[in-house]
């Protein structure tokens, strides 16, 4: 069993961050062009929304909720984290496994997210935005390069590990408190979290270690 879920697929960069790119820009640029009507119909098919997940069965979205963000500012910041982090990332580990990667931790982030608005009652919140799936690719890039510095802001000087980690800590603390209530905390989390129990099916290795180099 071990065999078939690790068997590495056939290295190849095919740039696909900037396909995930086009597609975010484009479907953004739909919601932005098309008008007040065409855009609620896009957030309505595309958004998760717990109630038509359930009376629908719209899964689909558990997918596409990441390719749909609500404002420029959103668009904007996630693109940006998933070209600086993904880059490397694809370049490192292939861009079949990325790919792979992105989805699957983007997809049961939003599956995750599904069951926890469920069952507190939250039925009529759409979620959407790459952002759990971007919190997976932030991991995987301190996992591959735990030793390389990221300018916070362009400006102050930090190791990835401590980047990833501490933003982690935030949203925990978000989570927890409350705070920032328009973000959907926990999806960020989820993605942290599947992208960390994925290192550990699909390549053996302990982010844990990589990260403090214990």
């Not at 408190?177 to 959907?184: E, H, L, S």
């Amino acid at each position: 069993m071990n065999n078939i879920i690790r068997k590495p697929f056939r290295y190849r960069n095919d740039g696909v961050v900037y396909w995930l790119i086009g597609i975010n820009v484009l479907v953004f640029m739909m919601q932005s062009i098309f008008g007040r009507e065409f855009r609620s119909l896009l957030v309505q098919r595309m958004a998760m929304i717990p109630l038509l997940v359930t009376e629908l069965k719209w899964v689909w979205t558990f997918v596409t909720y990441m390719f749909l963000h609500f404002d420029f500012s959103h668009i904007l910041f996630n693109m940006l984290g998933l070209w600086i982090f993904g880059m490397h990332v694809e370049r490192q580990i292939g861009s079949l496994e990325f790919l792979l990667y992105y989805l699957l931790t983007g997809t049961l982030a939003g599956i995750f997210s599904f069951v926890v608005y469920f069952f507190t009652g939250q039925y009529i919140v759409a979620l959407m935005g790459a952002s759990g799936a971007l919190f997976a690719v932030q991991l995987a890039f301190a996992v591959c390069f735990p030793t390389s510095i990221i300018r916070l802001w362009g400006i102050i000087p930090m190791r990835a590990p401590v980047m990833v980690l501490g933003f982690t800590a935030l949203e925990l603390f978000f989570t927890l408190t409350g705070g920032r209530g328009n973000v959907a905390h926990l999806t960020h989390l989820a993605g942290f979290g599947f992208g960390w129990v994925y290192f550990h099916v699909r390549f053996g290795i302990s982010p844990w270690r990589r990260l403090t180099g214990r």
